[in-house]
């Protein structure tokens, strides 16, 4: 059965089952309100050992571990919902391995909620989308292919609706295949599987260039380990002189769902 079959029967599927929360199996929910209130970590914390913060920030215990990519990449603050466990685990698996591409709109409430609550960019709601971008984590377009969307774009594009900040979906590219980072298990060789595999689209209009270079950014992804797709990602993005390199700049975040 070729991939375009595969994909028409799950959709196929996914329309005629009844749908139940993917967290705990309650019917007629998508992910249950009680399911999101047990997956959600309040507060902000360090992505490294988890040390509690204001902002997310990478604290300084592990910004001077030698050779940290942290001390000098462009991402300094990482926000997370919840542990890549229980039903947010489930959640998360489902969306991406079972195509259940509803599951999109509640975790991406539970990232604008986490935005909220933290507030690193310090503006008015009425404010974000006049000096915010929103730039999704890309798949590989094989590994796109072969799943037939891409999750993080998913994520970020209903948080836009929730938000109001406009969504670039072409302006960064993943540039080769690598290992997918949960089957690489040392720290160093999972920042090291992802180095050089990010560009700047050379097709990326001047308009989009131009917002990169004078908008705070927030990288959106589902999960982050040891935040080495975010670095990279940051690391490309940076080379096109965004406003975090230079003096008195705007901020660039990571914004994931879970980590783990």
């Not at 375009?4 to 329309?15: D, E, Q, S």
């Not at 466990?85 to 489930?90: I, M, P, R, V, Y």
């Not at 109001?164 to 690598?178: A, H, S």
Request: glycine residues 6%; hydrophobic residues 40%.
């Amino acid at each position: 059965m070729n991939l375009a079959w595969k994909k028409l029967i799950h959709t196929f599927l996914n329309l005629i089952l009844p749908r139940s929360c993917a967290g705990c199996g309650a019917k007629n929910e998508i992910f249950c309100g009680n399911c999101q209130l047990a997956s959600y970590k309040r507060g902000a914390q360090c992505l490294f050992c988890g040390f509690r913060n204001q902002t997310g920030a990478v604290c300084q215990s592990c910004k001077n571990v030698k050779h940290s990519m942290f001390d000098k990449t462009a991402v300094k603050h990482v926000l997370w919902v919840g542990r890549y466990d229980g039903a947010l685990k489930e959640a998360i698996w489902q969306f991406k391995y079972k195509k259940r591409k509803e599951l999109a709109a509640p975790l991406a409430e539970m990232l604008w909620n986490k935005f909220l609550e933290i507030n690193i960019m310090n503006v008015e709601n009425a404010t974000l989308k006049d000096n915010h971008a929103i730039i999704p984590i890309p798949l590989h377009f094989k590994k796109e292919y072969e799943r037939g969307f891409n999750q993080a774009e998913l994520l970020a594009r209903e948080f836009c609706k929730l938000s109001n900040i406009q969504c670039l979906t072409n302006v960064l590219i993943k540039t080769r295949e690598t290992k997918a980072q949960v089957a690489v298990d040392n720290k160093e060789l999972r920042i090291k599987n992802l180095e050089g595999a990010f560009c700047i689209n050379p097709k990326i209009s001047q308009s989009n260039l131009s917002l990169l270079t004078s908008h705070a950014l927030i990288l959106i992804d589902d999960v982050a380990t040891t935040g080495a797709t975010l670095i990279h990602a940051s690391e490309t993005l940076a080379k096109v002189g965004l406003p975090c390199r230079q003096a008195g700049a705007k901020k660039i975040i990571g914004l994931v769902v879970a980590h783990g």
